[in-house]
């Protein structure tokens, strides 16, 4: 098992930064993908963005190119997400995940990939 805690949302004026940390804790021994998900009201949950173990390899969802980052200090167990330029349209809670058992070279962008999800945070950015 996999234990995985958020921090950092909170509320921001459009172009505002804020930056979000996932500490997990448990069973962390051995290599596992972290991702980004988030999800608005009434819309359904998607990707934000995902790193590899080694951090060799991310991805983003064309939404937040340029602006996200996604990175990862496994001395610590934690993922952060640094949100940049932020918009009214990234409102949302924001969820980290973790697949412990992805393998292949692109990283999984489904939620239903993941294993263990933290219970969010809320970003709120207003314009």
């Known amino acids: 098992q996999v234990q995985l805690v958020e921090s950092g949302g909170g509320l921001v004026q459009a172009g505002g930064s804020l930056s979000l940390s996932c500490t997990a804790s448990g069973r962390t021994f051995r290599p596992y993908v972290m991702g980004w998900f988030r999800q608005a009201p009434g819309k359904e949950r998607e990707f934000v963005a995902a790193?590899?173990?080694?951090?060799?390899?991310?991805s983003y969802t064309n939404s937040v190119k340029g602006r996200f980052a996604i990175s990862r200090d496994n001395a610590k167990n934690t993922a952060y997400l640094r949100m940049n330029s932020l918009k009214p349209e990234d409102t949302a809670v924001y969820y980290c995940a973790a697949d412990v058992n992805w393998s292949l070279p692109v990283l999984p962008a489904t939620a239903r990939s993941y294993d263990y999800w933290g219970q969010g945070t809320q970003v709120t950015v207003s314009s």
């Open positions: 790193i590899s173990w080694s951090s060799s390899s991310t």
